[in-house]
């Protein structure tokens, strides 16, 4: 790995709702090497797909973004709309989006949708040099030509799937966000889908943000896991280390919350308590009302992110910690 690829610094976001500000994404930092793999995990309402979406630059108007994301040593907050859909957004960094059903059109034929893209963003491109791309990029990703000519309504979960990270590669990005790829998919196209962006990751040379809520998902395909709890980074590290030894509670209870196929039954622990309202976020830790180790200083002060060995990082003011509970 090298230099990265992606730097947030400091990324703070948030909604302007009718009761209050939504604080969904608070102070993140982050270093996405070139040709990393960084899975993002966390619950539902964490803030990974808002983070996904700031970097797409796709958020909706309510939303405000504060600090910096350099990609390829360019700010993105700061580029323009028309810079943004000329040569950056699905060139630069595309996404395969979270509901792949909704990201399409009902009513246009996947082929139709896939060459418009080209047809916007590669410009240059022939008509013969566009139908040699979608047959290539469909190729990739194991579909036939024929769902070129298919409704998003007639295709499985698992074509649609296909068909959405194959929109994702068609501008040829050096960068590419997987959210929930595979959350909506039956386990055995789940496992098949996670096989093909392991092989698409290499094929592609892509750097990749895998976002999920499943802890065995981000097992599979990263190299780093990246915990957001509540909009705010809980624990960084490489993915052998997050496995064997996390040093967040948070992080502790995901991994126990995941059933064993192997080994001696254990009992799954489950995490008690939800999500803090994000309007009015708790004082210090974010996650002291579900921590099992909570003391007073824990509501006090938020705790910083710290290195406690070299890549490995975690939000916490009780470290040394714990035994590992999994
Ligand atoms: N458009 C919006 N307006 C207001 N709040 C929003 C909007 N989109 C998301 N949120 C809130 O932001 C928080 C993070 O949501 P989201 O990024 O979707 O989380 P995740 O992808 O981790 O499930 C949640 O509290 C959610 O309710
Ligand atoms: S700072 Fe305190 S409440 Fe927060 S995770 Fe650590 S021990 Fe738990
Ligand atoms: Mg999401």
Redesign the pocket.
Known sequence: MSESLLELRNVSIRYRTGRGHVSAVEDVSLQVPTGASIGLVGESGSGKSTLALALMRLLPQNAEVTGEMIFAGENLVTKTESQLSKGWRWRKLAMVFQKSLAAMSPVHRIGQQMEDVLTIHEPHLTKPEREQRLHDVLTSVRLPNRVLRAYPFELSGGMMQRSMIALGLLCNPPFLIFDEATTALDVITQTQILKEIERLKAEYNLTTIVISHDVGVINAVTDTVAVLYAGQLMEVAPRETFFSNPQ???SQALISSVPRLRGEKTRLAGIPGSLPDLTNPPQG?R??PR?P???EG?LAVT?PLVEVAPGHLVR???IPLREVVA
């Open positions: 967040h509670p948070y830790c996650f002291a921590c180790h909570a003391t824990c705790p916490c003011t009780d």
